[in-house]
């Protein structure tokens, strides 16, 4: 149930087209059941996803990262073409998101950044990099997650756990 109200509210957020939602809708029961096996908010790791790749599966980076979130092979157990499966992709990123997370000691904006820029952020959280990367990439996922909770707020429902603010919003967003 929640796996389909939170695919609604992306579709219904980010004015997706009926093929897209339709592939937002096949894989959102895993992006839940991956991101909750690993005490992560669901809405919090698709808004990552969005970010990564928009929900596209097969996209490579220039950096040679692949999938729907954007995992970089040699740092997982997973081949490129392997990541370019949307099942395999989620957990791949739910593994790596929860990687960062624990170097990260539960900061949700530092454990972003490591995900994205990698040991700097963890090393040396206040250098230009780590700052700039926190406020581009980590509070670009949270202002995207509190979309997703808001118009599931206003268009569907209130009171699944995942849709009220995990993170305080206004500590994070400037």
Not at 130 to 158: M, N, Q
Request: overall charge positive; aromatic content about 8%.
């Amino acid at each position: 149930m929640f796996a389909t109200q939170l695919c609604i509210a992306v579709g219904l957020t980010l004015g997706l087209s009926s093929s897209h939602k339709a592939l937002v809708c096949k894989v959102m029961p895993t992006i839940v059941e991956e991101s909750e096996k690993r005490g992560i908010d669901p809405v919090v790791f698709s808004s990552l996803i969005f970010h990564e790749s928009a929900f596209r599966p097969r996209v490579v980076s220039h950096a040679g990262a692949c999938g729907l979130t954007q995992v970089l092979p040699q740092y997982s157990d997973y081949t490129c073409e392997q990541l370019k499966r949307p099942k395999i992709a989620i957990k791949a990123g739910t593994i790596a998101l929860k990687y960062w997370l624990t170097r990260a000691k539960g900061d949700l904006e530092k454990a972003l950044c490591g995900y994205n820029a990698g040991n700097i952020c963890i090393n040396k959280p206040n250098s230009r990099t780590s700052r700039r990367v926190k406020r581009r990439y980590s509070r670009s996922i949270f202002r995207l997650a509190t979309d997703f909770r808001a118009t599931a707020k206003d268009k569907l429902f209130e009171d699944h756990r995942f849709f009220e603010k995990v993170v305080d919003d206004d500590d994070i967003i400037d």
